[in-house]
């Protein structure tokens, strides 16, 4: 038996696990696990009414309403129009597709002051798309909505696109042929393998909007009870020295996405699980 461990390890696939495994845990430890754990402790040094008067405000309560609603909805939008765009880019071959695809990439790139910068200009009522509009974008909670459907759109769609890619086209030959509409086979073949990757981009954009920041509070207006979001709060307490009042509604921020991010998780364990059983 002793030989037989010998062996197994000497021929392991993966050379150096053990080492490797302890860098890994070393690194997550230093850039993630302790810098949550300094806020719960932080938090800790609070009572329970200090708490509540820190995280349950009207005000404190009004921008958790915005930012979660808002990175919900940017996120849902996301899917649908991150779908569309990924098909078009995978399936149909166009001049300038290259340049399109390079475009979906530039909210990656762009500094997030720049986009809001941008954003706010564009969508204001001398803008070019705001004068066009009936109703006012700019410094009201529409306008958090699209800065967040704009950071956004890029998870779902690079998400996306690997699936597409590798989805094999014989399967809606299949389908057209036993008599199936384009709708059946989009519902009933595509969707089925997409539902998973669908979820994840939901996710990566839901939770990059949720800690979104630079690009919102420039088209936001960032009123009181109307239009400031989670984070500046957070900031705002900061510059006032409040760090245990600041981390308190960072960790309520942190168990609010963790549960919602591991529901999701659940669904896309199901839709896989369902997936596979079909």
Known sequence: MFLSRVLLKRHSVLPGFDLALGFALLYISLIVLIPLSAAFLKTASLSWSQFLTATATPRVLASYRLTFGASFLAAALNVVFGLVVAWVLVRYPFPGRRLVDALVDLPFAL?????????????????????????????????????LVFIGLPFVVRTLQPVLEDL?????????????????????VIFPILAPTLLTGFALAFARALGEYGSVIFIAGNMPMVSEITPLLIITKLEQYDYAGA?????????????????????????????GGL
């Open 168 to 188: 094999n086209e014989e399967l809606e030959e299949a389908a057209a042929t036993l008599g199936a509409s384009r709708w059946q086979t989009f519902a009933r």
């Open 247 to 275: 981390t308190a509604i960072a960790v309520v921020m942190l168990v609010a996405s963790f549960l919602i991010l591991l529901l999701i998780n659940l669904l896309q364990a199901w839709a896989r699980k369902r997936q």
């Open 111 to 147: 500094p997030t002051a720049v986009a809001g910068i941008s954003l706010t200009a564009i969508y204001a009522q001398n803008g070019w798309i705001g004068q066009l509009l009936p109703f006012k974008v700019s410094y009201t909670p529409v306008g958090v909505w699209v800065a």
